[in-house]
């Protein structure tokens, strides 16, 4: 049998994705019952649950890959960069990172540590805020403060899981760990390395390096100057997006079987 191409593999990936939009469009996230799993994950730190870590990683992981398959569907267009420039932040799959341990107290350390890494950007952004009055930078420096007692909530959190004081609150998701975690539990091992690969490609697009274009170069597209440089001319078709927005949908799908399997009590669904 044939393997698909990509006009074919793409369409029924939109399909899928649009499927889960259903799902993200509502005002508020899916129930947890609190007899789950989830739902006693989310006793530890109400301030940031498990189940909160997890929905915002679906929620932005849908978003951006419905975003690229929308692009390329309304602008028939192969933006040798963009595409994958979204689909980097879809591909993290840090719902998998969070979800996939069977461990309640690793599952509640990495929610932790989604939280002390947003507080700690949110600190800095809210520090680089432009205070032009008394007033303002009061009101700066007060939600400054804010920040600095969440993670000071977030590190008694993680003291309550048996970490010494000070810990929790240097916690940082470290992207690349999340997505070698992720893969190896998405996806099958042939293709587990894929990924990575992709998130470093994606990511060098995202801050612009030059290499991540030599890699899009076709020979035929390489022009000689007259002082002895080279113009050269970075392309991209679905053979190469296509892996990369297959790369998210599996992330995502693993992640969404793991949040029904962990934000459903069986005992009392009925189910």
């Known amino acids: 049998m044939a393997e ?29 019952d609190p007899g789950s799993s989830l739902g006693a994950d989310d006793r530890l730190f109400p301030e940031f649950t498990v189940s909160s870590a997890a929905w915002h990683g679906l929620v932005t992981a849908v978003e951006h890959t419905g975003f690229t398959f929308t692009a390329l569907s309304a602008t028939r267009t192969m ?36 939280a002390a890494t947003n507080t700690d950007e949110r600190r800095k952004f809210v520090n680089d805020l432009p205070a032009a009055t008394d007033e303002l930078r009061a009101l700066r420096d007060a939600e400054a403060a804010k920040q600095e007692q969440v993670l000071l909530d977030i590190d008694a959190a993680a003291q309550r899981l048996g970490y010494p004081a000070g810990k929790g609150a240097l916690w940082r998701v470290n992207a690349t760990d999340v997505i070698k975690k992720a893969a190896g539990v998405a ?23 030059a290499y ?13 100057g007259a002082n002895g440089t080279s113009w050269v001319r970075a392309t991209a078709d679905l053979d190469e997006v296509g892996p990369v927005a297959a790369a998210c949908v599996m992330l995502t799908s693993t992640a969404w079987k793991q949040w029904d399997e962990r934000r459903i009590d069986y005992r009392t669904s009925g189910v």
Not at 15 to 32: A, D, L, M, N, Q
Not at 214 to 222: C, V
């Open 79 to 114: 933006y040798p960069s963009a595409y994958y420039t979204v689909l980097r932040t879809a591909l993290l799959g840090a719902a998998v990172w969070v979800l996939a341990p069977a461990s309640r107290e690793e599952r509640q350390k990495r929610a932790l540590t989604i």
């Open 4 to 32: 698909m191409n990509w006009n074919v593999r793409v369409p029924r990936m939109d399909e899928i994705v649009r499927s889960w939009e259903k799902r993200t469009s509502g005002s508020t996230p899916e129930r947890i």
């Open 187 to 209: 996806l099958d091992p042939p293709v587990r390395d894929a990924p990575l690969m992709f998130w470093r490609m994606t990511s060098g697009h995202v801050h612009g390096h």
């Open 212 to 224: 991540t274009r030599w890699l899009q170069i076709e020979r035929e597209n390489i022009l000689q």
